[in-house]
């Protein structure tokens, strides 16, 4: 049975293609010179430049954590390059026209058509190639509504009151290594802005791609959800199958306003390296949010890349009445690991959080979900509901859960549920003797597990994570 | 007429440990075989050998459904030539509606015999009179496969499986284990509803009780892995009558050394 489970996990990594696109890229190494390099190429103002050399000065000082359930080789952050962009990006291109057509193809290529008339309608995609974002479409359509969706990088120059303002006030700089490092090394990202009352009339979604050989991307996203809007934010992200690891280390801050919403659903499909656990992406990615009076921010993440996991979208309840949720589908299998979870902090009155996450292991991985619920003093009547399932299949792999409840208001409640089960041999021997293979059988039993997550996905994306779990169960059949 | 299933001389194992030695059984079109005998005879694990489940390896002997090779097929493809295994304890799959659970065998089964797939409409209809035929709620199809049903609702639920399914050879595993008389009624007329020149039976029972709802063609005694004795319906009565101590064979002289 083993053997034939494995065989219905054996995946081909589709958005595996490396694209031939001639960039202009820092040779590998990491000090204040390349910090200065990297804000003089994209044109920053001395507050920006400023902002990046004590964040990096910060990062210096501090130890990468190990407190993680992963196991990696110690990375060499002076082996890494920390600038990539195509040489054709250098010219800032106006249009879509003057955008290098391989570039275009490439996005084509992992089913994200960038020509408006091609793509889904009711989605603006902002395309980052490395360190640069490539094109943002519908942005004149967005901006009729007030709406700004842009390259952080752009941000920077035409909105730096927003983004003095809430750069780094939900992930403070020195919040933790790779954040710190993040701060001072970031080349591109989305920045959102809604304003107050305002629901934003598309789903807005950023597609992240790694190309270059040997170099770390870095992104910034920030979403600021002026009082009373609302704003659905999908992320994906692909990258070619090489033999060495690449970093990823990002940040995301989400800022709801008092009665804002903000939904942010991320697919991450990182390359996760070979069977024997060569190569793939290491991702080290620090996303939190912070509600203010009855915001509410959701989390839902599918995970299924990536050769090294460690991620806990997060939730700071601070204002009264507000909700934070965190769906979560995390796949492992080969040698992948998987270390994720979230932190829902309660400090408002009758703050609610809901934590449903989903953890599938097959192979020889490790899937670990990490979870903290704090209630502090003035989190009176808050609520948290949590429930962690695990779900093996074959023998070789595991599945831990790690949940802290730290309750300081006797008023708050807390409740977690949490099970392991295992694809059985009687569930697939069911499938078959009613006439399904055991790779239809497999991933009707995967895709059940996450049912409750997959709900939560915008409709769009519902169908693409599905798709993709089937593909990362499937091989290229089907 | 030909024979719909030839068992030849079949010898199997679990573990390593005989449990089918010397099985010979032939079913024409439209018999209903009865299949009794007393606990450990090897019953559960015909059906299960016969259907293909990993771990239950076949030593020797032949085993053809309408004149092709069973033992050549997969598990998968023994389904689609028309074998359906009613299991004796159903397994739950948590999230997977039994619709479109029913659905995705329905259109695996009609692809491998090259016939067109039926429409999401035409397949709800079909499954809704399925539920009524059963007396299973329509809200059973939404639920998740046997999640939460009582055993008398999963048992009711491999029914309704079936007649989606309409396969040419039904193995009943013990279906009438822990169900009361009038859960019973519903299953043996389900069953009856489905008899005809086309389908055949294999009732594998440990009691007589559920032979006076499903009138047998033949009934067979297995005991320590082989037929010891055959008849018509009456020697269920006989059966039920003297127990089964009577019929056991001699044990076999591996067991004796053991």
């Known amino acids: 049975m083993t053997e034939q489970i494995d065989k219905a996990l054996a995946r081909e990594y589709e958005a595996g293609f490396v694209s031939d696109v001639e960039s202009e890229t820092f040779t590998p190494g990491l000090d204040e010179d390349v910090i200065r390099r990297i804000s003089e190429m994209k044109g920053e103002p001395e507050w920006m430049l400023e902002w990046r050399l004590s964040a990096f000065r910060d990062w210096l000082k501090m130890d990468e954590p190990d407190w993680a359930l992963v196991d990696y080789p110690k990375i060499d952050f002076q082996a890494i390059s920390y600038y990539s962009a195509p040489k054709s990006m250098k010219d800032k291109p106006k249009s879509l026209d003057e955008v290098d057509p391989e570039l275009l193809r490439t996005y084509e290529k992992l089913g994200i058509p960038l020509i408006e008339q091609q793509m889904l309608a009711g989605v603006a995609v902002d395309a980052v190639f490395d360190s640069v974002s490539v094109v943002t479409t519908f942005r004149e359509k967005l901006e009729e509504a007030g709406v700004i969706f842009c390259p952080i990088s752009e941000a920077i120059h035409k909105h730096p009151d927003l983004v003095k303002k809430y750069l780094g006030s939900v992930v403070p700089k020195k919040d ?41 991307q870095f992104e910034r996203t920030l979403i600021i959800a002026d009082e009373g809007s609302h704003v659905s934010y999908l992320e994906g992200c692909t990258a070619p199958q090489r033999d060495e690891n690449q970093l990823h280390a990002a940040v995301v801050e989400l800022v709801a306003l008092d009665d804002a919403e903000i939904k942010y659903s991320t697919v991450q499909n990182w390359y996760p390296g070979d069977e024997e ?32 996991t460690w991620k806990y979208p997060s939730c700071v309840l ?83 859960t790690f949940p802290y409840v730290e309750s300081r208001n006797p008023s708050a409640i807390v409740e977690h549920e949490a099970t392991t089960s295992k694809v059985s041999d009687e569930q697939m021997f069911l499938c078959q003797q009613r006439g399904l293979d055991p790779e239809k059988a497999v991933s009707m039993i995967v895709n059940g597990f996450c049912k409750e997550v997959f709900k939560e996905l915008p409709m769009e994306f519902a169908v693409e994570a599905g798709k993709l779990l089937e593909i990362s169960l499937e091989g290229s059949v089907g | 007429m030909s024979n719909l299933l030839t068992i030849k001389d079949l010898h199997a194992s679990v573990e390593e440990k005989n449990i089918i030695k010397g099985l010979n059984l032939e079913v024409k079109p439209g018999e209903v075989h009865a299949i009794m005998g007393p606990n450990g005879a090897g019953k559960s694990t ?142 043996a007329e389900g069953v009856n509803s489905q008899r005809s020149a086309e389908r055949s039976f294999i009732v594998v029972t440990h009691y007589q009780r559920l032979l006076d709802y499903i009138k047998p063609d033949f009934v067979h005694v297995l005991s320590d892995g082989k037929i010891v004795k055959s008849g018509d319906a009456s020697l269920a009565h006989e059966l039920e009558a003297q127990g089964y101590a009577w019929l056991q064979t001699e044990p076999a002289e591996d067991e004796l050394e053991g």
């Open chain 1, 176 to 216: 933790n290594y790779y954040a710190a490092l993040n701060c001072a090394v970031f080349t591109d990202g989305s920045f959102v802005y809604i304003p107050k009352g305002t629901r934003c009339p598309m789903e807005l979604s950023t597609y992240f791609r790694i190309n270059e050989q040997n170099t770390g």
């Open chain 1, 277 to 308: 656990g060569k190569g793939g992406i290491y991702n080290f990615v620090t996303k939190r949010g912070v509600c203010h009076t009855n915001a509410k921010i959701s989390w839902t993440q599918v995970e299924t890349g990536s050769a090294v």
């Open chain 1, 318 to 400: 601070k204002g009264d009445n507000s909700i934070g949720e965190f769906y979560s589908v995390a796949l492992t299998r080969g040698r992948q690991q998987a270390d994720t979870g979230t932190k829902m902090i309660h400090l408002g009155k009758n703050t609610k959080s809901t934590i449903i996450s989903k953890g599938i292991s097959a192979g020889k991985s490790n899937n670990s979900y990490r979870g903290l619920v704090r209630m502090n003093p003035g989190a009176e009547g808050a609520r948290n509901f949590t429930q962690c399932d695990s779900l093996l299949i074959g023998d070789q792999c595991g599945a831990h």
């Open chain 2, 46 to 187: 015909m059906g299960y050998v016969l259907s293909g489940r990993d771990g239950y390896s076949v030593e020797s002997g032949s085993v053809t459904l309408d004149g092709a090779d069973l033992l050549d097929m997969e598990t998968e493809e023994r389904a689609r030539a028309g074998l359906f295994l009613a299991f004796q304890y159903p397994v739950e799959i948590p999230g997977v509606s039994n619709l479109e659970f029913l659905k995705a065998a329905v259109d695996a089964q009609r692809e491998a015999r090259g016939e067109e797939a039926v429409t999401s409409a035409e397949f709800l209809k079909e499954a809704k009179a399925a539920c009524k035929q059963v007396n299973l709620p329509v809200s059973f199809l939404k639920r998740g496969v046997n999640e939460g049903f009582s055993g008398g609702e999963k048992k009711r639920n491999e029914l309704m499986q079936m007649l989606l399914l309409k396969p040419k050879l039904c193995i009943l595993d013990e279906t009438d284990s822990g169900l009361d008389i009038d859960a019973l009624q519903v299953v």
